[in-house]
């Protein structure tokens, strides 16, 4: 996943902010290359402004074999909302 990120231009780095949507539709897109399958993302407050990638959650289904759509949530786990760049994916 990291080589497909840093591939697409979503990669970790210290000096751009991205969208929650984005990054979401990034890794729904073009890691799971389904863009119907819901992720979920947490993030870690960095400052007043953004917000720090923490952690990437994938669903799966039942029988552990296919990924599905994470439940819909109205938690933002952090990382506030939608089309706002604050996400930071950190280098370290």
Same mark, same amino acid.
């Given at each position: 996943?990291? *080589?497909?990120?840093? =591939?697409?231009?979503?990669?970790?780095?210290?000096h751009?902010?991205?969208?929650?949507?984005?990054?979401k539709?990034?890794?729904? *897109?073009?890691v799971? =290359?389904?863009k119907n399958i819901d992720v979920y993302i947490s993030c870690e407050r960095a400052s007043s402004s953004y917000v720090l990638l923490k952690q990437i959650h994938?669903?799966?289904d039942k029988s552990l074999n296919t990924f599905i759509s994470c439940p819909k949530s109205t938690?933002?786990?952090g990382c506030g909302r939608g089309n706002v760049p604050n996400l930071?994916?950190?280098?370290?």
């Open positions: 996943m990291p *080589e497909t990120l840093n =591939e697409g231009g979503m990669g970790p780095t210290n751009k902010a991205y969208t929650v949507t984005d990054m539709t990034f890794i729904s *897109e073009k799971l =290359e389904d994938f669903c799966l938690a933002t786990r930071i994916f950190p280098t370290s």
